[in-house]
């Protein structure tokens, strides 16, 4: 009923930058806590950044002064500001959004991934 649709992946030299967008759509009462995700190859997923519904966020030590998270909630959308990319930040972005509706206080939505590849 709730799903996240990322973009803005794509192929980008060390040092450029990407911006990511993921819009919720569906049965939405409020949007609490949304954030991005990463999975290299090889590597378990891990938290890169998060931004709750009053605004306070939380970086990965690794991003930290390079990206920034934001949302717009009149368009249930969260983004991630990517500058200085690495080789190492090659991986699938995930958006992940904890989700109130009509029928449950706490639904986890993760989107499909969008890929980020950054070359040397």
């Known amino acids: 009923q709730v799903q996240l649709v990322e973009s803005g992946g794509g192929l980008v030299q060390d040092g450029g930058s990407l911006r990511l967008s993921c819009a919720a759509s569906?049965?939405?009462?409020?949007?609490?806590?949304m954030g991005w995700y990463r999975q290299a190859p090889g590597k378990q997923r891990e938290l890169v950044a998060t931004?709750?519904?009053?605004?306070?966020?939380n970086y990965a030590d690794s991003v930290k002064g390079r990206f920034t998270i934001s949302r717009d909630n009149a368009k249930n959308t969260v983004y991630l500001q990517m500058n200085s990319l690495k080789p190492e930040d090659t991986a699938v972005y995930y958006c992940?959004?904890?989700?109130?509706?009509?029928?449950?206080?706490?639904?986890?939505?993760w989107g499909q991934g969008t890929l980020v590849t950054v070359s040397s």
């Open positions: 992940n959004a904890a989700v109130l509706t009509i029928i449950k206080s706490n639904l986890e939505v």
């Open positions: 931004v709750t519904s009053g605004g306070s966020t």
């Open positions: 569906g049965n939405i009462l409020k949007i609490n806590t």
